[in-house]
């Protein structure tokens, strides 16, 4: 017999047909709303395979009910939608796929940070509202990125190629990291800062870390008042890290000047939340690896990592 496998969204008919050429397979085929939990745990109790999605929330109580599941094949790099000590405990397989998305979602950081210093969206509204009546020399003014200082807090390959591209500015680069990394300064020119000191000199501050545990709320209203009044905070990893109702008022009482966000606390955010309507929030959803190239190499390995983890094969990007 095939192995069993469930997705749970539509992926393109090509990865679809190679998972159907090896395994007996189900798809939640609703596009505009995850999977209902009770769905999920009907389904996840009886395959072998489990290709989900950051929108997926596979907690303790779900992988407690998958009695034959192998692999959980996740199509992203971060894996905190994962219990991940309760896969390793029923010796599930867990798979991300690393790598694929650097470079794009590098490209998304920066193009958050041009926009919110800038003003990018604020003066497209403006024009298109019928507002510009005159040319003035102080109007929708921004803040300057060449030779600015960026803050990057997390040191991973995103955070690398994102100093390539800031290094195109003469930008002075500096990061906070978990675990130094000696190699990179000396490579990049770049300088090691503990975090409140770097959230002091920074003008742009680029959140790039995972989200865990000891990283939730990283960045709270103590955090935010080190910052200078002209900084821009950007956020293209997780929306945990960074408290909402500590950074809305962080740009209404003019802490920091903008925000540019990709990711929220609560995904999809609410278009009432207030954050949505200050004219300082570049506000994006969730696109940072959104490309047609970068999505079709995501669902590759996302596929391979699911039909070689039904096999009972090692998977190309093993997490436990």
């Known amino acids: 017999m095939k192995p069993k496998v469930y997705i749970t969204r539509k992926i393109p008919d090509d990865f679809m047909a190679k998972i159907k050429s090896e395994c007996d397979v ?58 991940i000590e309760a896969a390793k405990n029923k010796r599930i397989t867990v798979t991300n796929t690393p790598g694929i998305l650097t470079d794009t979602t590098a490209d998304l950081t920066f193009a958050l940070l041009m926009a919110a210093s800038r003003r990018i969206i604020e003066s497209n509204e403006f024009l298109k509202m019928g507002k510009w009546k005159t040319w003035s ?3 929708l003014t921004g803040q300057d990125v060449y030779g600015a200082t960026l803050g990057i807090i997390g040191m991973g390959r995103i955070g690398e190629a994102l100093i390539k591209r800031a290094k195109g500015f003469s930008m002075n680069c500096i990061y906070y990291n978990r675990t130094r990394k000696t190699h990179l300064e000396e490579e990049h020119d770049i300088k090691f800062e503990e975090l409140d000191h770097l959230l002091q000199i920074a003008d742009f501050v680029c959140i790039l870390t995972p989200y865990t545990p000891e990283t939730k709320n990283l960045i709270s209203e103590r955090e935010l008042k080190l910052m200078k009044s002209t900084s821009i ?25 903008a925000a540019g966000l990709d990711v929220f606390e609560q995904e999809p955010i609410d278009n009432t939340h207030p954050l949505m309507a200050l004219p300082n929030v570049v506000a994006l959803p969730h696109i940072g690896s959104a ?8 669902a590759e390995l996302a596929v391979d990592n699911l039909l070689l983890g039904v096999k009972g094969l090692t998977p190309n990007s093993v997490i436990v």
């Open 137 to 139: 020399p102080f109007q």
């Open 233 to 257: 905070l950007i956020n293209t990893a997780r929306g945990g890290i960074v408290n909402e109702d500590a950074l809305y008022k962080a740009l209404t009482n003019g802490e920091i000047w």
């Open 26 to 83: 189900k798809v939640w085929s609703e596009e505009d709303i995850p999977v209902p939990r009770d769905i999920l745990e009907a389904e996840v109790a009886e395959v072998d395979g489990l290709l989900c999605f950051l929108t997926e929330d596979i907690d303790e109580s779900i992988i407690e009910k998958a009695s034959q599941l192998k692999v959980i094949s996740n199509m992203a790099v971060g894996y905190n939608n994962i219990d």
């Open 291 to 298: 490309t047609v190239k970068t999505r079709m190499k995501m």
